[in-house]
């Protein structure tokens, strides 16, 4: 069996996607996602330039020897470009070698070890009063974990609010990047007033998180993750930025708030003294930054060892394509935690047609061999590439802080 063919499809269905479709000789053919969020046509040019004349010629269901081919074979090694590309290709080989065995992705890795994947929604809104009815609104729709995100007094925009509800978008149109004011003391005080109320309000019946996005230092996170414990969260994200993992030590020292990290990671490495020191409870890595599920599966086995489970991304800027790859793998891995879940737009839908599919506040990839997404090429079509970024942020002062 042979690769034939591979194209690169970038397509814009209310935000930009970048798919890579991998053509056979027998007629099956397999997609994946490699899309970057503001960086997309970096990675579009990467395989088109760099990777799919390689791919020409080999045969799809050695994956495993394709992996090492663009990791190793590349010398210049990881990297959230490389890796992404990586994922787009194993995405598409895995999918061809499962529709080729007639069977969905998960019963290749080993088969359902549940019944459902539990996701969680991403509820939010400018004040309090807003975030409850979300929170209401996802409980009514069967959601049984919410991750909720507010507007802090004083500041007008902050991670995880506006732009739509049910469909929540962080990137703006245009050419740059749009700049935020961020203000730590006041999110500091803010969020544990938050929660006190949405506890008092909903109870501790439903599983409650919270999304710090890389704003915090260790400290201010052990602060947070400290007042926050009465409110019993799920876990909160992202609490610094975690290139420094010997960082997390101080705030373990402090809190037993869980703490999930890495959806910006791209490799084992970014998370391996993270997992083995047990300073995280849940890694965020997914198939799409994180080398597909060829590097994701050996980064649930090593945090397997050390009670660590997986909460793998899943923002509105990873495709359907990524999410069914997840799903895929989340119902199989053993150390599974929880899925993130940011709906897709009707238009973002309809351009990957997807056999998975949500009930009581779990996903199920479903039963269609291969990893269950399609592209429709001629809707993608109708919908061109459209510049557009993450915002960037800063203090008071000017000072450039993380987005
Ligand atoms: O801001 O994926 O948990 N989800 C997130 C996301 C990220 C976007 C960045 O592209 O933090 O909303
Ligand atoms: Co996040």
Redesign the pocket.
């Known amino acids: 069996m042979k690769i034939t063919g591979a194209k690169v499809i970038v397509t814009c269905p209310g935000r930009n996607f970048v798919t890579l479709k991998i053509e056979t000789d027998q007629g099956i053919s397999g997609i994946g996602d490699a899309t970057?969020?503001?960086r997309e046509l970096a990675a579009a040019t990467y395989l088109a330039e760099h990777v799919i004349p390689a791919l020409i010629g080999r045969d799809p269901r050695q994956s495993e020897d394709i992996w090492q081919y663009l990791y190793r074979g590349v010398y210049w090694r990881r990297g959230s470009v490389t890796m992404t590309c990586i994922a787009a290709v194993d995405m598409a080989l895995w999918d061809i070698k499962a529709k080729l065995a007639g069977m969905p992705l998960y019963q290749l890795l080993g088969g359902a070890s549940r019944t459902g994947v539990l996701v969680y929604g991403?509820a939010n809104g400018r004040d309090t009063a807003e975030v409850i009815d979300e929170i209401a609104r996802y409980q009514a729709m069967g959601y049984r974990a919410i991750?909720a995100q507010s507007g802090v007094p004083g500041l007008e925009e902050v991670?995880?609010v506006g732009k739509g509800k049910l469909f929540?978008e962080?990137?703006d149109r245009g050419a740059v990047a749009k700049e935020a004011l961020w203000s730590t003391p006041e999110y500091l005080d803010h969020t544990p007033v938050l929660f006190d109320k949405l506890r008092e309000k909903f109870g501790f019946g439903v599983e409650l998180l919270h999304?710090v996005?890389h704003r915090l230092t260790p400290i201010e996170a052990a602060r947070l993750g400290k007042s926050l414990e009465p409110y019993r969260l799920f876990w909160i994200?992202?609490p610094t930025p975690a290139e420094n993992q010997e960082s997390l030590r101080l705030i373990r020292q402090h809190t037993v708030t869980p703490i999930a990290i890495g959806?910006?990671f791209d490799s084992i490495h970014d998370s391996h003294q993270l997992i083995k020191e047990q300073l995280i409870d849940y890694i965020?890595s997914t198939v799409l930054h994180a080398g597909g599920i060829t590097h994701l599966r050996r980064i649930a086995d090593l945090a397997a060892l050390y009670h660590v489970r997986t909460g793998c991304?899943?923002?509105?800027?990873?495709s359907p394509i990524t999410m069914g790859c997840a799903l895929h793998f989340d119902l199989w891995v053993p150390n599974f935690g929880i899925q993130?879940y940011?709906r897709h737009s009707p238009e973002t839908d309809a351009v990957f047609p997807h056999a998975y599919s949500f009930d009581t506040g779990y996903l199920h990839p479903g039963e269609t061999p291969g990893h269950g997404v399609e592209i429709d090429e001629t809707l993608a079509a109708r919908y061109p590439y459209q510049a557009a970024y993450?915002p960037v942020a800063r203090l008071r002062d000017g000072t450039m802080w993380n987005?």
Do not use: F, Q
């Open positions: 970057i969020n503001g991403h991750r991670y995880g929540y962080p990137a999304d996005h994200e992202d959806e910006v965020r991304h899943g923002a509105t800027d990873l993130e940011m993450l987005w």
